[in-house]
């Protein structure tokens, strides 16, 4: 039955959404546009950059000193390319998905696909499940993270009140992202989010080699597998921001052009966090492996704070990012998806903010918590569930002939693809998620262990009186 459906699929016109952006452009001013509403192919390029750099650019020095430089360059080149290569195979999966439903005459202009619906589309309500839950999961940890960052940067300008409390507030600010309607709203935040992490990279690169070495430094990583593997992880979620590929490629005006724009994407921001995490490990070497958050090590200046203060404006963007998609979720449970009430849809948004609020002051351990995530939900999320979902797809004959997008050539079509998925679901099994996940864990535990749940100050140094 499902091979017969695949015969009769064509490749999709995309009329639908090159009426949507038609008709954005009569309704709305023209300075509104520019600023709020954004479907282009350089906004999709501005949001994958913005969001997949974030608060890890902090967190990178940190795992050079469990890796060693060496590793942690070829890790960063090596993930990087496999984070390409999977939001390539999302974004295949998206087409494929797509067309489908247009050739049944669907109407998406009020609803947001998302990675859930695609596998439920293409491979039935299983995968959809397995989907869900480790989306919704990965994305309800990476908003936590995003409210630990904001907390642990705040601190390094103000002291006054601990971590634990910058969290509560911080939690507040960030529960204001429920008014921002779709990632078709994010055009102008993505672009400062970008400039803010370019200026913090760069800040951190140039603020550490004018610093120079502190005395008897040493750069004895890697030392221990524990170590290793748990900054590995790290780097592995740096490249992993692809789980809102779906509903960024669904606020393209043509999202058939997404393609190469994560690998683009990537590209950017290694010219961001090479340098910067190469400079701090250079200049501070081991003494990182007790300072997961870059800034912690940089003596106080102007630059330095213009940092921080950037930083949290974009880990503000970034929440937003990683918790719009669980605002669909969640709206669609509760049917108010497409209702046109902005402030109806914000009320109902409200709800998904408690429960991140409450994560982040329960596990304040800023960087540690980033492998951990990496491990055991990006691993599956953003490499092995694609790369599966693709190779199964695409399995039957039919499904490979009428094909809405095929293999480039220069991969060896159809074998060279299949080929690099096993590899992918193979490396990321064993490496990622097994040895990783060991290793992370056994470094989380050891944070509870020494701080405890519920720390009020991570990290922190001994308040002077």
């Known amino acids: 039955m499902a091979s017969e459906k695949v015969e009769t699929v064509v490749a999709g016109n995309y009329i639908e959404m090159e009426r949507e952006e038609e008709d954005s452009k009569s309704s709305k001013s023209k300075l509104s546009s520019f600023f709020w509403h954004g479907g282009s192919v350089y906004d999709a390029w501005f949001s994958c950059a913005s969001n997949q750099v974030a608060q890890v650019l902090l967190t990178l020095p940190y795992s050079f000193s469990q890796l060693g430089l060496l590793s942690g360059i070829l890790l960063q080149l090596f993930y990087g390319l496999m984070g390409s290569w999977t939001a390539y195979l999302i974004s295949i999966l998206y087409v494929e998905y797509r067309t489908r439903k247009e050739r049944e005459k669907v109407d998406f202009r009020n609803h947001v696909i998302q990675w859930f619906e695609v596998l439920d589309g293409l491979l039935g309500k299983h995968w959809r499940n397995i989907g869900l839950f480790f989306n919704c999961t990965f994305l309800l940890f990476g908003s936590v993270i995003q409210l630990i960052a904001c907390a642990s940067n705040i ?103 997404f393609k190469s724009i994560y690998l683009l994407a990537t590209l950017y921001v290694l010219t961001l ?40 404006i974009h880990q503000f963007i970034t929440f937003g990012f990683a918790c719009t998609p669980l605002y669909f979720v969640w709206e669609k449970f509760i049917g108010v998806h497409n209702t046109k009430s902005t402030f109806k849809r914000a009320l109902a948004r409200l709800p998904v903010v408690i429960p991140i609020w409450f994560l982040a002051i329960i596990f304040p351990f800023f960087g540690p918590i980033n492998s951990t995530v990496g491990s055991l939900l990006v691993s599956f999320t953003v490499y092995i569930i694609p790369a599966l979902a693709h190779m199964i797809t695409f399995a039957p004959a039919a499904a490979r002939e009428n094909a809405v997008e095929r293999p480039p050539k220069c991969l060896g079509g159809w074998a060279g693809l299949y080929s690099l998925n096993i590899f992918v679901v193979v490396w990321v099994l064993v490496v990622g998620f097994g040895f990783g996940g060991w290793a992370s864990m056994l470094n989380f535990i050891q944070q509870v262990d020494k701080f405890g749940l519920f720390t009020k100050c991570y990290q922190c140094p001994p308040h002077k009186v």
């Not at 910067?276 to 003494?287: C, E, I, K, Q, R």
């Open 155 to 257: 601190y390094y300008i103000n002291d006054n009140l601990d971590k634990r409390t910058w969290t509560y507030i911080f939690g507040a600010c960030c529960a204001t992202t429920v008014f921002i309607p779709s990632f078709h709203n994010y055009r102008i935040w993505s672009f400062l989010g970008l400039i803010m992490t370019s200026f913090t990279a760069w800040y951190l690169t140039i603020a550490s080699l004018v610093h120079g070495q502190v005395e008897g430094v040493k750069h004895s990583g890697p030392t221990k597998m524990v170590l290793y593997f748990t900054g590995a992880t790290n780097i592995l979620y740096t490249f992993g921001g692809h789980a809102v590929t779906v509903e960024i490629m669904h606020a393209m005006w043509k999202p058939q052009k």
């Open 273 to 312: 966090t090479l340098p910067s995490a190469s400079a701090v490990y250079w200049a501070f070497g081991d003494m990182l492996l007790t300072h997961s958050n870059a800034f912690s090590l940089l003596p106080r200046t102007g630059f330095r704070d213009t940092a921080v203060i950037l930083m949290l």
